[in-house]
């Protein structure tokens, strides 16, 4: 490099630009530099002209970033470093405080000072940063650079120092001419001394001539000295003036050093907008993340919903229509509708959430018809027939559907149907929501499916269930003609015996003749019942309701079997709510529950005891009412707990096991429950929930 190449670099920067203050002319020189040279960082330190005590930085690193500060002149010694120098070389992990004020972040490397003179005095510093020792760092440098220095200390005092220097030299002239001011005033105090002298020379001489003479001298002195008057203060006025120009130079240089300290402000604020900006845009960002992921989670809520609840229906048609119900908050359509072919026949349900008009109505059938026969399918579409709400022609303006969506309905491999959906807003169904419908549109044919399967398994299981009852029927018939063969024989045998004793009879007393007939009593109440049970299994239950009060049915009941209860010598205690409310029932078929129940109770008791019948609400199924009988006999064994309600299960010597079985059956007729509470030693407690 030499001042031949560094001019002509520096004029290739200069005509980039059209016009250059101070710091920018010191950025071009720092850039030149540093691109010649291949520095890591070239630096201008230069003397505010202006304040002689002031430090200016202006400089350009490899990042192109332009430092521009200002620091008390004391702070950077530089006329003492270079006093007598052409070079001043710094090693930086040596002399760190130094290097620190230029930059903290220098560890390590090498600082060159060049000095920038002009004809009189240092009034900047060339700063030259390697991280090493190589390139032109080195003994010459000095010498090198001293004509390179002197040119840009010329271009920076052209650029900044002109007008101070005319200041400089203005102030200079204003002080001569003070100078002369003052002396012509010295010399018209003189004159008007000699004036005055003059005057007491013409009161005290007669010599006429010299007067005039002498007054002819001091007319031309006082002419010429009020000429210089008047020249000094046309000057005087000119310097005001000047002076004047000065004071502005110096109130602009001050405005300009506020306007780059405005300007640097400026930047940091910029820099710190552009920081928020990026911030802004990232959070924009996380924004835009986060509402996809919350749509992704709506989409499979959506499908998982839909998936959990369609094992649920059993028939097609309640399954579309409850799809239909939860799919338009996510969708937001005007108008859904689907159309199914099962076993032969075709149906269609349309569900508008806004009225609509028939014109409305059969575009939207056009569309679902141009669908099904791109799918291959030539269906018959009437949607007029199932629209609940259909508006005239004069009271709506029409309004055609822009936006279908049709996706077909499939039963394995055969499409049976479609589901559609429309709106009047056009491309009101984005992508990501027709992706969500042709999901929807699978995840119902399997449902479709197993609701067909399902049905189909049902009535295969109702045929097989008829064959099954029909045979068990048989089966337990055949076991009761055995079970009721041999429960007749001994009342029969009984009512035969005594039959045949009062026939022995010659002359039969009294008591012979009531004992004889109270065993016929018993052996035919023994045969009512058998047949009774026989003829309660033998048909289906059905049940006749009507308002009951559950509190009169008991104390019926207990008048069946009160006789029954008396022999066995059960004491009967009532805890009956008087308020309870009439349930529906068959009053007939209650009856029979409760005589089972207390029959059943009384047979626990064979040596006596308490039966406490109680009925209140219940306290534990909200809706019901409770009736209790709770026995003090002999209780159970928990495997017999879990067979007693069985068909032909029985604890007895006598008896067809047939009581129990009926018994709950007919409770679950009336929507009720039966259960037992037992233990062996402790009685028994049969709980009876029937429904208000």
């Given at each position: 490099m030499n001042l031949e190449n560094f001019c002509q670099e520096f004029e290739q920067e200069r005509a980039l630009v059209s016009s250059l203050a101070t710091d920018e002319l010191c950025s071009i020189i720092t850039r030149v530099v540093l691109r010649i040279l291949g520095l890591d960082v070239s630096i201008i330190m230069l003397y505010d002209i202006v304040n002689w005590d002031m430090v200016g930085i202006a400089g350009m690193g490899v990042s192109e970033e332009i430092v521009n500060i200002r620091l008390p002149a004391n702070e950077w010694p530089?006329?003492?470093?270079?006093?007598?120098?052409?070079?001043?070389?710094?090693?930086?992990?040596?002399?760190?405080?130094?290097?620190?004020?230029?930059?903290?972040?220098?560890?390590?490397?090498?600082?060159?000072?060049?000095?920038?003179?002009?004809?009189?005095?240092?009034?900047?510093?060339?700063?030259?940063?390697?991280?090493?020792?190589?390139?032109?760092?080195?003994?010459?440098?000095?010498?090198?650079?001293?004509?390179?220095?002197?040119?840009?200390?010329?271009?920076?005092?052209?650029?900044?120092?002109?007008?101070?220097?005319?200041?400089?030299?203005?102030?200079?002239?204003?002080?001569?001419q003070i100078k002369q001011t003052v002396e012509l005033r010295e010399q018209t105090e003189k004159i008007?001394?000699?004036?005055?002298?003059?005057?007491?020379?013409?009161?005290?001489?007669?010599?006429?001539?010299?007067?005039?003479?002498?007054?002819?001298?001091?007319?031309?002195?006082?002419?010429?000295?009020?000429?210089?008057?008047?020249?000094?203060?046309?000057?005087i006025v000119t310097l005001e003036a000047q002076v004047g120009d000065i004071e502005k130079l110096i109130f602009q240089a001050k405005e300009r050093d506020k306007l780059i300290t405005e300007r640097d402000k400026l930047i940091k604020e910029l820099e710190q907008l552009r920081e928020q900006i990026k911030s802004s845009s990232q959070l924009l960002e996380q924004a835009r993340r986060i509402e996809e992921l919350v749509e992704k989670k709506n989409e499979l809520s959506l499908l998982y919903d839909i998936a959990k609840e369609a094992p649920s229906f059993n028939e097609i048609s309640s399954l579309l229509d409850n799809v239909l119900e939860r799919i338009h908050?996510?969708?937001?359509?005007?108008?859904?509708?689907?159309?199914?072919?099962?076993?032969?026949?075709?149906?269609?349900?349309?569900?508008?959430?806004?009225?609509?008009?028939?014109?409305?109505?059969?575009?939207?059938?056009?569309?679902?018809?141009?669908?099904?026969?791109l799918m291959g399918?030539?269906?018959?579409?009437?949607?007029?027939?199932?629209?609940?709400?259909?508006?005239?022609?004069?009271?709506?303006?029409?309004?055609?559907?822009h936006s279908l969506l049709t996706a077909p309905l499939f039963d394995q491999e055969e499409i049976i149907g479609v589901l559609s959906i429309s709106s009047s807003e056009p491309e009101a169904f984005a992508l990501s929501k027709k992706r969500i419908f042709d999901l929807l549109s699978s995840h119902l044919s399997l449902a479709i499916a197993k609701i067909k399967l399902l049905k189909e398994t049902q009535q295969e299981l109702k045929k097989v269930q008829t064959k099954l009852v029909r045979s068990s029927k048989m089966a337990a018939m055949g076991e009761i003609t055995s079970k009721v063969s041999h429960e007749l024989k001994g009342p029969v045998g009984r009512i035969i015996m005594a039959i045949s004793s009062m026939k022995r009879l010659s002359t039969p007393s009294p008591e012979k003749l009531n004992e004889y007939i109270d065993i016929l009593e018993r052996a035919s109440h023994q045969t009512n019942e058998i047949i009774k049970n026989i003829l309660n299994f033998s048909r289906s239950v059905s049940l006749?309701?009507?308002?009951?009060?559950?509190?009169?049915?008991?104390?019926?009941?207990?008048?069946?079997?009160?006789?029954?209860?008396?022999?066995?010598?059960v004491q009967l205690k009532y805890r009956l709510e008087k308020n309870l409310p009439p349930i529906l029932a068959d009053p007939a078929r209650l009856e029979e529950v409760f005589t089972n129940l207390i029959t059943n109770a009384a047979q626990a008791m064979p040596r006596g005891g308490d039966l406490t019948i109680r009925s209140l609400p219940s306290?534990?199924?909200?809706?019901?009412?409770?009736?209790?009988?709770?026995?003090?006999?002999?209780?159970?064994?928990?495997?017999?707990?879990?067979?007693?309600?069985?068909?032909?299960?029985?604890?007895?010597?006598?008896?067809?096991?047939l009581g129990l079985a009926i018994s709950k059956e007919i409770v679950e007729k009336h929507k009720g429950q039966i259960r037992i509470e037992s233990k062996e030693g402790m009685g028994s407690t049969f709980t009876v929930l029937l429904p208000r």
């Open positions: 530089f006329s003492e470093l270079l006093e007598g120098r052409d070079q001043y070389l710094i090693e930086v992990d040596k002399d760190k405080n130094f290097v620190s004020k230029i930059n903290p972040q220098w560890n390590s490397g090498f600082l060159l000072l060049l000095p920038l003179k002009d004809e009189h005095r240092l009034i900047g510093t060339l700063i030259l940063y390697r991280k090493d020792f190589s390139g032109p760092f080195d003994d010459k440098i000095g010498s090198f650079f001293r004509p390179i220095c002197s040119h840009i200390a010329f271009l920076i005092n052209t650029q900044q120092s002109a007008s101070l220097i005319r200041w400089d030299r203005r102030s200079g002239r204003l002080a001569d008007r001394l000699r004036i005055e002298q003059s005057a007491e020379l013409i009161s005290k001489t007669k010599d006429k001539v010299k007067i005039r003479e002498e007054a002819k001298k001091l007319r031309k002195e006082s002419l010429a000295l009020e000429k210089n008057v008047e020249i000094l203060r046309s000057q908050p996510f969708f937001k359509y005007e108008l859904g509708a689907y159309l199914i072919s099962e076993g032969g026949r075709t149906f269609s349900k349309v569900k508008p959430m806004i009225p609509v008009t028939q014109r409305t109505l059969e575009t939207i059938a056009e569309g679902i018809g141009d669908e099904l026969r399918l030539n269906m018959k579409i009437d949607l007029l027939a199932h629209c609940p709400s259909i508006l005239s022609e004069s009271d709506k303006e029409i309004q055609e559907s006749e309701l009507k308002l009951v009060n559950v509190n009169k049915l008991i104390e019926e009941a207990v008048l069946l079997v009160e006789h029954e209860l008396e022999r066995s010598r306290p534990d199924a909200l809706g019901f009412i409770q009736i209790e009988f709770q026995d003090t006999g002999s209780g159970m064994s928990q495997q017999v707990k879990d067979r007693l309600f069985e068909l032909f299960f029985t604890t007895k010597s006598n008896g067809l096991g």
